[in-house]
């Protein structure tokens, strides 16, 4: 097949595209009734966020009086695109490989901030006061976790760079093939520090308990998402689906993507994801209330940074 | 034909849930908030979420007298919950007034101002009944989708 082929099936099948819509709603689903069994309910079918966007095909958009209806329609769709784009970046250990040209871990690392910046223009773009509040919630939490990962993703690149023999690496792909020779990170003591960052890092970026502080629906309606109806609120929806795929893969490629070649890897994949979504997501959302936001503000400026920076230091260092 | 009755069916599984305080004496919305939605008696294996937007909500439950304080702040909400929706009256006081019906406050009942679709009358209304009416307007919403 042509290169170009393949980039355009990579982006728009799998695993980005269909594939990865797919597997975010099941995802969600899977999220939705763990929880429920956890909290001694029965819970929505598996397919209950396929019938929510179903549902939200049939319904009005209707866009207020005081919104900017252009910004305001555009918003969703940067952030699917961003999040479609972003799948196909992240390889699975011996199933797909993206290709080069595609873009490595620092462009992915722009593409993972799009969604929060979508809901920030969706909220000032909505015209409504709670959009605003939601606004100013996400650019600082944001500003927050956004440190967070830069620092985890230059302690794996560093990490990589020298054992390689280079300074440093960005490339996704290098980093898979160097953990699959040479053991995974989770492995590795000295970078325990950043998995732990990581793990603090992913219920921010995707917006759950107790970091959904702008979301926050007892306390802003919703925020961003308190003007959006129909098919708009349904790109949101696909949108937070994708991303849930996107960070929970990317947490595999940085520091545990050892899996059989084939069927056998991608089965492996998958098992680690789900037990990354019910053990990381499920489980910490019906166990603990939402944070403030000068609460998660600093909690992340002291404690996931300094385990970042711990790994990044020790990895400078030897 | 076919293919749209079908995702009506599938959309009809997913009603999100939006109440409406109208001055209720908070009997009513604790029987909502907990009861309904908590362990016992979930709802949410009807497919059915309490929204915090009015925007996103399909089943609108009211529940209140109506005040005349808030009147015109209810119908406004109603308003901006987009089509199609249902409404649901939960407990006697939109039904009647209940123990406020000769009250010069309150303008119940409710069915004067908004189309209530279905009644849930008690005081408050057991929560079995109140999943008995949100099953009904899950019927009733499917015929409007
Ligand atoms: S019906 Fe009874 S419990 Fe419900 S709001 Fe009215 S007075 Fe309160």
Redesign the interface.
């Known amino acids: 097949m042509p290169t170009e082929l393949v980039v355009l099936v990579s982006v728009l099948v799998f695993p980005g595209g269909l594939f990865a819509f797919a597997l975010g709603l099941a995802l969600k689903g899977v999220d939705?009734r763990v929880a429920?069994r956890l909290?001694?309910?029965?819970?929505?079918?598996l397919l209950?966020p396929?019938?929510?966007l179903?549902?939200l095909?049939?319904?009005?958009?209707?866009v207020p009086d005081t919104a900017v209806p252009g910004v305001f329609l555009a918003a969703p769709l940067i952030g699917v695109v961003a999040m479609a784009l972003a799948v196909a970046l992240v390889p699975i250990a011996g199933v797909y490989m993206p290709d080069p040209r595609l873009g490595n871990l620092l462009v992915l690392l722009y593409l993972l901030s799009v969604p929060g910046i979508a809901l920030m223009i969706a909220g000032s773009a909505s015209g409504s006061p709670f959009g605003a509040v939601g606004f100013s919630r996400e650019m600082a939490l944001m500003l927050a976790y956004e440190a967070t990962i830069v620092l985890v993703v230059a302690a794996v690149g560093l990490r990589t760079g020298h054992a390689e023999g280079q300074v440093v690496t960005f490339s996704l792909a290098e980093i898979v093939r160097h953990q699959q020779e040479h053991g995974a990170y989770l492995l590795d003591p000295v970078m325990w520090p950043a998995v732990a960052a990581f793990l603090f890092f992913y219920p921010a970026n995707l917006g759950i308990v107790p970091f959904d502080i702008p979301e926050a629906?007892?306390e802003i309606?919703?925020g961003p998402?308190?003007?959006?109806?129909?098919p708009a609120?349904a790109l949101f929806k696909v949108m937070s689906a994708l991303k849930t795929v996107v960070v929970l893969s990317l947490g595999i490629a940085l520091f545990c993507p050892v899996a059989p070649d084939g069927i056998a890897g991608f089965a492996v994949w998958l098992a680690m994801m789900l037990g990354l979504l019910v053990v990381g997501i499920s489980a910490v959302r019906v166990s603990i209330g939402r944070m403030r936001i000068d609460q998660a503000f600093s909690f992340f400026l002291k404690w996931p940074l300094l385990l970042a920076a711990a790994s990044l230091t020790v990895v400078v260092v030897v | 034909m076919l293919l749209a009755r079908n995702l009506k069916r599938i959309a009809a599984r997913s009603p999100w849930l939006y109440r409406i305080n109208s001055g209720s004496c908070n009997g009513c919305d604790v029987e909502l908030a907990t009861t309904a939605c908590i362990p016992r008696y979930d709802v949410e294996r009807l497919g059915c979420q309490y929204c915090g937007s009015p925007r996103h909500a399909d089943i609108v439950l009211i529940t209140g007298p109506l005040n005349r304080h808030v009147k015109d702040a209810v119908l406004r909400l109603w308003e901006e919950i987009p089509e199609p929706k249902v409404t649901v009256a939960v407990g006697v006081c939109p039904i009647s007034g209940g123990i406020f019906r000769e009250s010069y406050a309150v303008c119940a009942p409710v069915d004067q101002y908004l189309p209530v679709d279905v009644n849930v009358p008690g005081c408050p209304p057991r929560p079995q009944a109140i999943i008995e009416g949100v099953a009904k307007a899950i019927e009733i919403w499917r015929a409007r989708l």
């Open positions: 939705r429920a909290q001694g309910r029965v819970g929505p079918p209950q396929a019938f929510d179903v549902k095909g049939f319904k009005r958009t209707m629906e007892t309606l919703e998402l308190l003007e959006y109806s129909g609120l």
